[in-house]
């Protein structure tokens, strides 16, 4: 099967930089579209930002122009570059993959989470 592991998360002050990864390993054929969401304690699980294979981007209206989505198509890996970061972005943050197996299924998998926390 597929896995994908995330790492990056940590304490950061308002305004400072973190930049997370996710590594996505297993029987993969192809990485297609890679994407971040978040969770905060006791709201919804909402999606941060988006990369297709092709390199277009999308991002939420509440991190544009802050956070930057990359991948590395070479490694299975997604980045995710986060400036000015506010208390509000506090969340744990997933990372979503779609996968084309080796045995020609496609697949959604989601990365264990890492903790973002944003405060003085």
């Known amino acids: 099967q597929v896995q994908l592991v995330e790492s990056g998360g940590g304490l950061v002050q308002p305004g400072g930089s973190l930049r997370l990864s996710c590594a996505a390993s297993?029987?993969?054929?192809?990485?297609?579209?890679m994407f971040w969401y978040r969770q905060a304690p006791g709201k919804q699980r909402e999606l941060v930002a988006t990369?297709?294979?092709?390199?277009?981007?999308n991002y939420a209206d509440s991190v544009k122009g802050r956070f930057t989505i990359s991948r590395d198509n070479a490694k299975n890996t997604v980045y995710l570059q986060m400036n000015s970061l506010k208390p509000e972005d506090t969340a744990v943050y997933y990372c979503?993959?779609?996968?084309?197996?080796?045995?020609?299924?496609?697949?959604?998998?989601w990365g264990q989470g890492t903790q973002v926390t944003v405060s003085s």
């Open positions: 990369i297709t294979r092709g390199l277009s981007t």
């Open positions: 979503y993959a779609i996968v084309q197996l080796r045995d020609g299924s496609t697949r959604g998998y």
């Open positions: 297993g029987s993969i054929f192809r990485v297609n579209s």
